[in-house]
C-alpha cells in the first residue's frame, strides 16, 4: 500500500515574500494585487489581522485603520519559487515529488522505513528542513493524496494517518473537499450526500452511471484511492530567486542587503541535495530600462553565502552597475563536491570558503587577469609560463616521490624574473668571473654548457648557452648566453 506525504504552508503567499525579507516579519503587511492606491487586499499578515485588515479590503481603507501598514505588490516570481523550494525539501527523501495548483507538494513515502525509524521521524526531519528554507511545513502522511492533504490542512504541525485509516479518516469531512464540479456538486446535494462517508458508501456503478467518468473519480477519491500515481521530479540544476524591489536603489550597500538575502537562500537550496555552487548568475533590472547581467565563479565549489557575497561586493565594487536597480536575479549552478583527500605529511590547507574569500578580494585589489595560478606553457622555451584560473582541485600540489632507499639531496632553483643581466669575463674559454645587480664573485665551480636551441620557425627563435657556477660568495646560480642577443643573463638562484 502506498504511502503519500503532504507539505503545505499556511498562508503561503505572505510566507514566501517574509522569505526574502525576513525583517517584514515584526510589522504588519499586505499583499495586494497592484501598486496603486485603490488595489485590493490578496493576502494578510497576522499582525495586520490584529488591527481589522481582512482580505479583500482596499489598501487606502486598510491604512486608515492601520497605520504601520506594510503594503507589497504580490510577487509571481516570490511565490514560485517558494514553490520550488518546498519541492526541493520533498525532493531530498524522495524521487517522486508532485507540486499541485494550490502549492501544496505530495512526495511517495514508500521504503521510508529504510531510513528512518517511522514516519513521524521523516516528517520532523521534512519540517526541520523546510524551516531552514524559511518556510514551517504542516505535514500530513495518508495512503491518498487526498488523505494526507486534509491531515495536513487540519494539523498544527504534523498528522499521521494510520494505514489503510485513510477512508474512515475522510469520512466526516465535507463533500466539497473533493472539489466536484458544479453540475456534480449540485447532483449529489439532491442526493443527500453531504459528507465523503456518505458517497463512499454509494456504488460507484450507480454514480458513474448518473455522474460520468467524474462521478467514478470522486467515488474513488471518497474511498481513498488515488487514479495518477506522483509524476517523478528532476533535481534542478539551476536554482533561481528573485525580488522587485519597492523603490529603485542606487548605492552598494543597500543592494548588498538585498542580494545576500537571495544568495543565501539559493546556497541553502544547493545544499539540501549535497552539492556545493561554483556559478551564480546575477540579474540586474534597471532603472533606466537597460539589464546588467554578471557571472560570479568561485574558486571552489561551496554551499556558504557569505563566500559568493563577497565575490558579489568585489564585482559591484570594480564595476558599478549604470543606473539605479529596480529588480533582483539570483541564479545558482549546483555542482557535484569532490571529496579531498588529505595528506599525512602537509599541513591542512584552505576551506573553499576561505580560499574563494581571499581570491575574490585579490583579484578586486590586483585585477581578475593577475590573480591565478602558473602552470608551464605549450612551448618549447624553458622559462615559459601562463597564468591560468585558480581551479581548487589540488592539481598545482607537489606529487609524492616513491620510497627510497638512497639519501636524494634536491636543490631547488628560485627564477629571476626579468633574468638579471651580467657581467661576465673569461679567461682561456672558461668563466672566471661573473658579476650582477646584488651578487657577484670569482668562479669557483662551472658546469655547462647545455645548449638549447628552438623555435626557429616562430619570429622570436632562441640560442642559448646554460652553465651551473658557484661563486666566492658562496651562491650556486644558473646563467646563460643569450647567442642572439649577445649578452650574459643569471636565470636563477640554487636554495
Request: hydrophobic share 45%; charged share 20%.
Amino acid at each position: 500500500m502506498q504511502r503519500i506525504a503532504c507539505l503545505w504552508v499556511p498562508d503561503m503567499c505572505v510566507r514566501a515574500h517574509l522569505r526574502l525579507d525576513p525583517e517584514l516579519s515584526s510589522v504588519p503587511l499586505v499583499l495586494a494585487d497592484g501598486p496603486s492606491m485603490r488595489s485590493v487586499i490578496v493576502a494578510s499578515s497576522a499582525r495586520a489581522c490584529e488591527f481589522g485588515v481582512v482580505v479583500g479590503m482596499k489598501t487606502t481603507q486598510a491604512r486608515a485603520m492601520c497605520v504601520p501598514l506594510v503594503v507589497r505588490t504580490v510577487s509571481a516570481d516570490a511565490l514560485n519559487a517558494s514553490a520550488t523550494a518546498l519541492a526541493d525539501v520533498a525532493s531530498t527523501v524522495s524521487a517522486r515529488v508532485e507540486v499541485d495548483d494550490h502549492g501544496r507538494v505530495f512526495l511517495d513515502c514508500d521504503g521510508s522505513g529504510l531510513l528512518w525509524a517511522s514516519e513521524a521521524e521523516l516528517a520532523s526531519m521534512l519540517s526541520a528542513r523546510a524551516a531552514r528554507c524559511g518556510l514551517p511545513a504542516r505535514i500530513g502522511i495518508a495512503d491518498s493524496k487526498l488523505g494526507a492533504a486534509v491531515a495536513a490542512h487540519q494539523s498544527s504541525g504534523v498528522t499521521i494517518v494510520p494505514p489503510r485509516q485513510t477512508r474512515a479518516f475522510l469520512a466526516p469531512h465535507s463533500v466539497r473537499l473533493l472539489e466536484p464540479d458544479p453540475d456534480s456538486a449540485a447532483t449529489l446535494a439532491s442526493w443527500g450526500v453531504r459528507s465523503i462517508g456518505d458517497l463512499a458508501a454509494l456504488s460507484g456503478g450507480a454514480v458513474a452511471h448518473r455522474l460520468g467518468p467524474a462521478g467514478t473519480m470522486l467515488v474513488r477519491r471518497a474511498r481513498g484511492e488515488d487514479d495518477v500515481p506522483l509524476a517523478a521530479r528532476t533535481v534542478p540544476q539551476s536554482f533561481e530567486e528573485s525580488l522587485d524591489l519597492d523603490c529603485a536603489v542606487d548605492r552598494l550597500e543597500p543592494l548588498l542587503f538585498v542580494l545576500r538575502r537571495l544568495i543565501e537562500c539559493v546556497t541553502r537550496r544547493i545544499a539540501l541535495f549535497g552539492l556545493g555552487c561554483r556559478e551564480i548568475s546575477l540579474g540586474l533590472q534597471l532603472d533606466n530600462g537597460g539589464r546588467d547581467f554578471r557571472t560570479i565563479v568561485a574558486a571552489a565549489p561551496t554551499a556558504e553565502h557569505k563566500v559568493f557575497v563577497s565575490l558579489v561586493r568585489a564585482q559591484l565594487e570594480t564595476t558599478p552597475v549604470a543606473a539605479a536597480v529596480t529588480k533582483v536575479a539570483v541564479a545558482g549552478t549546483a555542482t557535484w563536491v569532490a571529496p579531498e583527500q588529505l595528506d599525512l605529511l602537509r599541513p591542512i590547507g584552505p576551506t573553499p570558503a576561505v580560499l574563494a574569500s581571499t581570491l575574490a578580494r585579490l583579484a578586486a585589489l590586483c585585477g581578475s587577469d593577475r590573480v591565478g595560478v602558473l602552470r608551464s606553457a605549450d612551448s618549447h622555451r624553458p622559462d615559459a609560463v601562463e597564468l591560468r584560473r585558480f581551479t581548487g582541485d589540488g592539481s598545482s600540489r607537489g606529487r609524492g616521490h616513491p620510497a627510497s632507499n638512497l639519501r636524494v639531496v634536491r636543490m631547488a632553483l628560485r627564477a629571476f624574473r626579468p633574468p638579471v643581466q651580467l657581467e661576465v669575463f673569461e679567461c682561456r674559454g672558461h668563466l672566471d668571473y661573473v658579476r650582477g645587480s646584488g651578487f657577484g664573485g670569482r668562479v669557483v665551480h662551472c658546469a655547462g654548457p647545455w645548449r638549447l636551441r628552438g623555435e626557429w620557425w616562430t619570429a622570436d627563435p632562441f640560442a642559448r648557452e646554460y652553465y651551473d657556477v658557484e661563486l666566492s660568495d658562496g651562491g650556486v646560480y644558473r646563467v646563460y648566453r643569450d647567442a642572439r642577443a649577445r649578452c650574459w643573463l643569471a636565470d636563477g638562484v640554487y636554495d
